[in-house]
């Protein structure tokens, strides 16, 4: 570390800092003090109608809110199926990819590669399968199975688990990947000593691989909760709230009461909910892996 | 023993055919049917296209504007990259090597925006960006991707440059180069490697991202690839062969990127995920 006392390398540190400091500040800062602020207002949206200050009318406006409280259950409901099926398919994938089979690389890539595609793609994708007349229902009178075909995404009660069943689709390969680099922190000897002791396959999982790896497990269960919160695109492409807006998530409530229906504090109470739950997620993630490092 | 190994293989390759099945499959189905009209997509959904009906691409890359939505998806990506990296870098460099009294004040501050969900500021940077008048303007789109890219690339370029062996840049600054110099000669060449990171991270960031042009862009001559497949979608979703090979035209430069960085993007990820 270098110290700094002349007053001309101060004036240099400012050049330097400044132009990220002012993006970050404009475009994020103000922005979230913003969204503070619409949020305890009544605001149409228009420059000519003022915005007026209500208090906390907005959320409890929210907590009678039928839609939002449908979006809610949706959003709880694609945290506890996003992490239920994403980390124990991903530690699947990557532990018979890491035995280092003919053509892993090839499967690795197939999993991966929707990770970096964009939602609005994936979902566009997914939409055409889940059609009334898509690949999906096609299939299934191909193989004889017409008591199974449903509108999806225009069914009430498949619109969603659709959803989330594309956005486990969609996320499988990313948290496969951090897994993979997990996996390749544990020595080979463990599993050596195992073998030698008689340990079958199966066993060497429970016994090794899953504790040794239970810290990384740990960040992609937090991850995942943090990313399903956020889902967005998937829905705006596949179904944009419908049928009946039971399939919004409190973010695209957020879009379509802003930007459809010009209640910008109702919007902005979901943002500052929105954020007040990802900060108690990370603090009480960095609390939880802190206590683990601790007690190392 | 030997016929426990076989049979450990067959399980395992089972699985990851199965599983990668369903990967695939979706990206097939949507490939043949970007080459097919809606007629065969109906009657021979499964099938490898007869005819490969390549004006689908040329009709969706001219005609649906696919084209014009590409290329203002690269021009948006690549500005947002190369702003992105000078000032990402230049923080970087000022907190990695300079103790001064706000250094640890000012890292903490740029790390709170990853905290910070994009959904929870849209109101407001709507709100801005209009007072701004900058609607229909590429800058504020970039400006934001740069605001909300900063935070995690500080972090990387940060962590990265305090590894930079310290003796060189001392000998260069008793030799009298400046800051300057210091960052542009020395101090960016030997971060290439955490740079790439960042860039091809970002660049998919913003091109992928669709949730503010949604707000800032309605001009059609100014819409990201991301936002022109949704109007496709929105126009002319009844001619599924040309909306595959919309969807087609939209996946490929992730796809590129990802068959020439594969590695680059892999540990970048992981590193971003133990990091947090």
């Known amino acids: 570390m270098i110290k700094i006392h002349k007053k001309s390398d101060k004036m240099l540190i400012l050049g330097f800092v400044l132009p990220a400091l002012l993006i970050y500040v404009a475009f994020q800062i103000i922005p979230l003090m913003g969204a503070l602020v619409f949020s305890v207002s009544k605001w149409n949206g228009l420059a000519v109608s003022p915005v007026k200050f209500v208090g906390l009318d907005n959320f409890k406006i929210l907590m009678n809110d039928k839609n939002f409280l449908i979006s809610l259950k949706n959003m709880i409901k694609m945290v506890v199926f996003s992490v239920a099926f994403h980390t124990p398919i991903a530690l699947l994938l990557a532990v018979a990819i890491n035995s280092k089979c003919r053509g892993h690389k090839l499967f690795k890539a197939i999993f991966f590669v929707p990770t970096i595609f964009p939602l609005t793609a994936v979902g566009l994708m997914w939409y055409f399968i889940f059609m009334p007349n898509g690949a999906l229902n096609l299939f299934l009178k191909s193989v004889n199975l017409h008591q199974h075909v449903v509108p999806w995404l225009i069914n009430e009660s ?80 596949m179904t944009e709230g419908g049928p009946n807006g039971l399939t919004n998530l409190p973010t695209t409530l957020l879009y379509y009461e802003s930007f459809r229906y010009d209640n910008f504090g109702k919007g902005s109470a979901i943002g500052v909910l929105l954020l007040l739950l990802a900060l108690s997620l990370v603090f009480l993630s960095n609390f939880l892996t802190g206590e683990k490092r601790r007690n190392k | 023993m030997k016929q426990k190994q076989t049979h450990h293989v067959v399980i395992t390759y089972s699985f990851l055919i199965f599983v990668s099945l369903s990967f695939i499959g979706p990206m097939i189905f949507t490939v043949f049917s970007s080459f097919k009209n809606n007629n065969e997509i109906f009657s021979t959904p499964f099938s490898i296209p007869k005819i490969f009906r390549v004006e689908n691409f040329i009709e969706a890359w001219n005609a649906a504007n696919m084209g014009t939505y590409f290329f203002n998806s690269i021009v948006i990506s690549v500005s947002t990259v190369i702003i992105l990296i000078f000032t990402a870098s230049m923080v970087s460099f000022i907190l990695s090597r300079f103790n001064f009294k706000f250094n640890k004040y000012l890292s903490v501050f740029f790390l709170l925006g990853m905290m910070i969900p994009m959904q929870s500021v849209l109101v407001p940077i709507s709100y801005f960006v209009g007072v701004l008048n900058l609607k229909n303007n590429l800058v504020a789109l970039v400006l934001v991707y740069v605001a909300f890219s900063l935070p995690f690339s500080i972090l990387v370029l940060t962590g990265f440059m305090k590894g930079i062996n310290n003796s060189l840049i001392e000998a260069a600054i008793i030799d009298g180069a400046s800051f300057w110099q210091v960052y542009l000669k020395l101090v960016l060449p030997l971060s290439m490697p955490a740079i790439a990171t960042v860039s091809i991270f970002n660049f998919l960031g913003a091109w992928n991202n669709v949730v503010f042009p949604l707000l800032f862009i309605n001009d059609n001559k100014l819409k990201p690839i991301t936002l022109g497949l949704l109007n496709f979608n929105g126009e002319r979703g009844s001619e599924y062969g040309l909306l595959m090979a919309a969807i087609t035209i939209t996946v490929l430069i992730p796809l590129i990127i990802y068959m020439l960085f594969q590695e680059k993007i892999e540990g970048g990820l992981t590193a971003g995920a133990i990091k947090e």
């Open chain 1, 158 to 237: 498949t619109a969603m688990n659709a959803i989330i069943s594309v956005n486990i689709w969609v996320g499988v390969g990313f948290y496969m990947v951090i897994l993979l680099a997990g996996l390749a922190t544990i020595p080979d000897e463990l599993y050596e000593a195992a073998q030698i002791d008689g340990a079958n396959s199966i066993k060497q999982f429970f016994l090794i691989t899953i504790p040794m790896l239970k810290p990384i497990i740990g960040i992609c269960i937090v991850m995942d909760i943090i990313g399903s919160i956020k889902v967005f695109d998937l829905i705006f492409a």
